[in-house]
């Protein structure tokens, strides 16, 4: 699954440190999404769509043509 | 962001206090394991009584030490928690393998020494360490 955490979160002059304390996370788990190492769950790709304001879809794609 | 820093900060502090508490009740249970090992022979001349409050305190230490680990762990992000029941994984399958063998050698007379179990409790601890360390890596 490919995303744009990572644009998103520039768009927002955010470092990873800030979007992981608004998410509740380790900064770690934000290097891991946005480097597609880690998929969220349902429940964390939620939460990241509240935050930027967009639908699950537009930050999380799947990745099989 | 202020209102989201007091709230990283209340985050922070749950998770140093729970690692805390977590801390306190491994180091009572060291405590109570040294005190049932060495004390009847040392402390109390094996009476009867006081081996069996040591046995059950360290038993008891055990168990709350047991449920604010799992505590501990439901605090963790989703990450580190899958990395958490990975090494689990690793180390429980990894322990079984290496103590079964380890403990063929005696029986099929490869070593004349009888099995230790505290050397399967360090290759335990090695092993999830170990994975840890290579989970962490690769999610970095």
Same mark, same amino acid.
């Given at each position: 699954?490919?995303n744009?955490?990572?644009?998103?979160?520039? !768009?927002?002059?955010?470092?990873?440190?800030?979007?992981?304390?608004?998410?509740?996370?380790?900064?770690?788990t934000?290097?891991?999404?946005?480097?597609?190492?880690f998929?969220? @769950?349902?429940?964390?790709?939620?939460?990241i769509?509240?935050?930027f304001?967009?639908?699950i879809?537009?930050i999380?794609?799947? !990745?099989?043509? | 962001?202020?209102?989201?820093n007091? #709230?990283?900060t209340?985050?922070?502090v #749950?998770?140093?206090?729970?690692?805390?508490?977590n801390?306190f009740w491994?180091v009572?249970?060291?405590?109570?394991t040294?005190l049932?090992?060495?004390?009847p022979?040392?402390?109390?001349?094996y009476?009867?009584? @006081? *081996?069996?409050?040591a046995?059950?305190?360290?038993? *008891?230490?055990?168990?709350?030490?047991?449920?604010?680990? %799992?505590?501990h %762990?439901?605090?963790?992000?989703?990450?580190?928690?899958?990395?958490f029941y990975?090494?689990?994984?690793?180390t429980?399958?990894?322990a079984?393998?290496? @103590?079964?063998?380890?403990?063929?050698? !005696?029986?099929i007379?490869?070593? @004349?020494?009888?099995? !230790?179990?505290?050397?399967v409790i360090?290759?335990?601890?090695?092993?999830?360490?170990?994975?840890?360390?290579?989970?962490?890596?690769?999610y970095?």
């Open positions: 699954m490919k744009h955490l990572k644009v998103l979160r520039a !768009e927002n002059n955010w470092t990873q440190a800030e979007l992981a304390n608004q998410l509740r996370v380790s900064r770690q934000v290097n891991a999404l946005e480097t597609g190492k998929d969220p @769950s349902l429940k964390l790709a939620f939460q769509a509240r935050l304001r967009l639908g879809e537009e999380f794609q799947d !990745e099989r043509p | 962001m202020t209102e989201k007091i #709230d990283q209340d985050y922070c #749950d998770r140093k206090k729970s690692a805390l508490v801390a491994a009572l249970w060291v405590g109570s040294f049932a090992s060495f004390g022979r040392f402390i109390w001349d009476a009867t009584v @006081s *081996t069996v409050i046995v059950l305190a360290n038993l *008891t230490f055990g168990a709350l030490m047991l449920f604010h680990t %799992i505590q %762990i439901k605090l963790h992000d989703e990450l580190e928690q899958k990395i990975e090494s689990t994984a690793i429980l399958g990894a079984l393998v290496l @103590s079964v063998s380890y403990e063929l050698l !005696e029986k007379q490869l070593t @004349s020494e009888q099995p !230790e179990v505290g050397l360090v290759m335990i601890s090695l092993i999830f360490i170990a994975s840890q360390l290579i989970l962490r890596r690769k970095r």
